[in-house]
Nanobody
Framework: QVQLVESGGGLVQAGGSLRLSCAAS????????MGWHRQVPGKQRELVAA???????NYADSVKGRFTISRDNAKNTVSLQMNSLKPEDTAVYYC??????????????WGQGTQVTVSF
C-alpha cells in the first residue's frame, strides 16, 4: 500500500554531520505526522524528531539544537539533518509516516531502517 524508502545513513566521526532522507509512495491522499525514530539493540525504539503537516516540530531532548527535521508535503518526503553527532547517536534510524489513504482510511508505516554509526 505505502512504501517508505530511506537513504543517507553511514559512518561518521564524532562532531560530523549526516543527512537522512525518506520518501513515501503508494496509496497516499495526504500524510499527517512524519518523523524519525531510532533503536539500538536491547532498547526500545525512541522518537528522535517529528513534524506535522503544518510544519510544527518536536524533538527529543537529546538532539535539540543539533538535529533539524524538515518535510516537503508536495513530494511526501521528510529529512533529518544531523549535526554535531555523538557516539551515543549510533543507532538504526527509522522513518515513520501517518498516512491518510485515498479512501480516507489511515495507517502508520515504517521504513526499513538505515544504520547511523558515529565513531569516537
Amino acid at each position: 500500500q505505502v512504501q517508505l524508502v530511506e537513504s543517507g545513513g553511514g559512518l561518521v566521526q564524532a562532531g560530523g554531520s549526516l543527512r537522512l532522507s525518506c520518501a513515501a509512495s503508494g496509496n497516499i491522499f495526504s500524510i499527517d505526522d512524519m518523523g524519525w525514530h531510532r533503536q539500538v539493540p536491547g532498547k526500545q525504539r525512541e522518537l528522535v524528531a517529528a513534524v506535522t503537516s503544518g510544519g510544527s516540530t518536536n524533538y527529543a531532548d537529546s538532539v535539540k539544537g543539533r538535529f533539524t527535521i524538515s518535510r516537503d508535503n508536495a513530494k511526501n518526503t521528510v529529512s533529518l539533518q544531523m549535526n554535531s553527532l555523538k557516539p551515543e547517536d549510533t543507532a538504526v534510524y527509522y522513518c515513520k509516516a501517518d498516512v491518510i489513504h485515498v479512501s480516507r482510511s489511515r495507517g502508520a508505516y515504517w521504513g526499513q531502517g538505515t544504520q547511523v554509526t558515529v565513531s569516537f
